[in-house]
């Protein structure tokens, strides 16, 4: 079974950064697509970044120059350097796998980040 922990939220100043952590186990690591969600109070969930295994990260325009996704394969385990942060990355940031050609899909429970004023 695929179980995904994400760590690493907190509250920071506008301005700041934190490093968000995906650890992934149950399955092969490899064929999976690892992407990073995030959901604000009252509004929908959004995809931040994703990459796949010896594939380019994708990033939404609102977070393209400030935040970094990485793959590390050998602690299955992925990465968002968030810097810059703005209150309006201020949300809970859920780690998503999908499986290439299969498509199954697994969320992680989440982790909160918060940026203040």
């Known amino acids: 079974q695929v179980q995904l922990v994400e760590s690493g939220g907190g509250l920071v100043h506008a301005g700041g950064s934190l490093r968000l952590s995906c650890a992934f186990s149950?399955?092969?690591?490899?064929?999976?697509?690892i992407g990073w969600h995030r959901q604000a109070p009252g509004k929908q969930r959004e995809v931040v970044a994703d990459i796949s295994n010896g594939g380019s990260p994708n990033y939404a325009d609102s977070v393209k120059g400030r935040f970094t996704i990485q793959r590390d394969n050998a602690k299955n385990t992925v990465y968002l350097q968030m810097n810059s942060l703005k209150p309006e990355d201020t949300a809970v940031y859920y780690c998503n796998a999908r499986r290439i050609l299969l498509g199954y899909e697994y969320w992680g429970q989440g982790t909160q980040v918060t940026v203040s004023f």
């Open positions: 149950g399955s092969t690591f490899s064929i999976y697509v």
